[in-house]
């Protein structure tokens, strides 16, 4: 670690691009003005840690989704649909009854019964 002194109104330039100045001390207290472009994002060590810390945390909540969709992806590949939903007129037709889609065959009559008018 580099160690510098510097008093108030003195700057310390990092590269061609950051100047870190000093801009007061007051007791135990450093205060410091930072100039940075845009683009280089200036932080205090606490702040910069907790950034981290949530960047970790998404990437890994990320890669577990991912993980959970490939495995997903494989377990429809190997298993295949289950059988055809049964409806009442396949049932009254019999096992064979009429092809998917056709329409339900004519009510039965039965024997003796007598029909109601409407």
Known sequence: MLVLSR?????????????????????????LGINAPA??????????????????QAAQAARSD???????????ATIGPGPAKTTRARLTAGAAGPPAGSAPPPPRRIAGAVARGS
Do not use: S
């Open 7 to 31: 008093q108030r109104d003195e700057t310390i330039m990092i590269g061609d691009e950051i100047e870190i100045t000093v801009v007061d001390i007051r007791g135990d207290k450093v205060r």
């Open 39 to 56: 683009r280089i994002a200036v932080h205090r060590k606490e702040v910069y840690d907790a950034i981290r810390k949530e960047n970790e």
């Open 66 to 76: 991912q993980l959970g969709q490939r495995d997903l992806g494989v377990l429809a």
